[in-house]
């Protein structure tokens, strides 16, 4: 165990207080406080300015690679709604066209197996979609 402070009587320290203070600041986003801003300025006059036009650049680009995500997640969406419409149609047809040439038992296994795959593939997509985004 430590054992306790005592200061020491000696003739150059007797009532001597030492205290030591330790302030820290700190700020979250683009833009820092104000009266950050006016320090910045006064270390560099154009400063408050290039950190304004920094924070601007920095939230149109933000914006624009969000809009682009919002466009590519609705261009893959309907890619895949056509992709499964096509290929539960031609499953479908074919096989249609199978049972119509005397085939009824492998018709209807290919006419299910199209439909389970358009189901199974559209149960699986609305699960991806409900699950949390994993966190890293």
């Known amino acids: 165990m430590a054992k306790p402070f005592r200061p020491s009587n000696s003739a150059a320290g007797a009532g001597t207080v030492v205290a030591r203070q330790q302030i820290v600041q700190t700020y979250s986003g683009p ?3 104000p009266e950050a801003f006016e320090r910045y300025n006064q270390t560099l006059p154009s400063a408050a300015e290039r950190i304004m036009a920094q924070a601007e650049v920095q939230s149109a680009h933000r914006r624009q690679v969000e809009m682009h995500a919002v466009r590519v997640t609705a261009r893959d969406s309907l890619l895949g709604l056509l992709s499964a419409f096509l290929i539960g149609t031609t499953g479908m047809v074919c096989a249609t066209i199978v049972i119509l040439h005397g085939q009824p038992v492998s018709g209807t296994i290919l006419g299910s197996a199209a439909l389970v795959s358009i189901v199974g593939a559209f149960i699986y997509g609305t699960r ?8 890293t």
């Open 31 to 33: 833009l820092p406080p």
């Open 128 to 135: 991806a979609r409900r699950a949390p985004p994993p966190t």
